[in-house]
């Protein structure tokens, strides 16, 4: 299965650079819009971390990573997305100062390298089910990462920083929404993934 290793080494390059981008940002600017949207790419960090070392190890190994990865890209990324929820709330009480043109500036490029490595995990996802929980979590990512973008324009218009902690809910919402389908579309795939098939010769299926 080293087919997929490439790649999966891509998305995880500019997903790296997404990640840095976005985290710096939203605690630079206060943006819990832009954090959220960070830490949900944190995970996919993570996850693609994971699912690289999965296709370079042996065979048992690489299950284990596999739904190490799965957990951490479904359950995990719930739990973070509950605290942050959280903390956002605590924001609303508390307002901070937002820059309204740093959200518009960081949620473009997300959005942009978002498709970028969604685009790189299309036709790996096709027949794996691990990768396509990636390619799911990433394509949807390309349209959250946006979702800063109106709220930074709303601050820069309206001077309200509320817009930022509304929006950061918006965006915890459709993670929340679009993880548990993914999850629970492709459950047996994901807990049991060295059962998947690839479609290749067991030559090529060789680590």
């Known amino acids: 299965m ?7 080494v891509r998305a995880l390059q500019l997903n790296t650079a997404v990640l840095v981008v976005e985290i710096a940002a939203g605690i630079g600017s206060n943006s819990f819009s832009l954090i959220m949207d960070g830490v ?12 690289v070392l999965a296709y370079s190890l042996r065979a048992g190994l690489s299950g284990k990573l596999l739904r190490y990865a799965n957990l951490f890209n479904s359950v ?9 929820v959280w903390r956002v709330v605590e924001r609303l009480a508390l307002p901070v100062e937002v820059p309204g043109m740093v959200p518009i500036v960081a949620g473009l490029i997300g959005a ?4 970028g490595v969604a685009r790189v995990l ?14 799911v979590h990433n394509l949807g990512d390309t349209l959250v990462s946006l979702i800063p973008v109106p709220a930074g324009i709303l601050i820069f218009v309206s001077g309200n920083v509320v817009f ?3 929006f950061a809910l ?26 998947v098939s690839c479609g290749h010769s067991g030559t090529e299926q060789g680590i």
Do not use: M
């Open 2 to 8: 080293s087919h997929r290793r490439p790649p999966l």
């Open 40 to 51: 949900h790419n944190l995970s996919d960090e993570v996850a693609l971390v994971l699912l």
């Open 76 to 84: 995990g990324l719930l739990a973070i997305c509950a605290f942050l």
């Open 112 to 115: 942009l390298a978002n498709w």
């Open 122 to 135: 299309r036709e790996s996802s096709t027949e794996d089910a691990a990768i396509r929980l990636a390619y």
């Open 164 to 166: 930022d902690s509304l």
């Open 170 to 195: 918006l965006i915890a919402a459709v993670i929340i929404i679009a993880t548990l389908q993914a999850a629970i579309g492709s459950y047996k795939e994901l807990l049991w993934p060295e059962n």
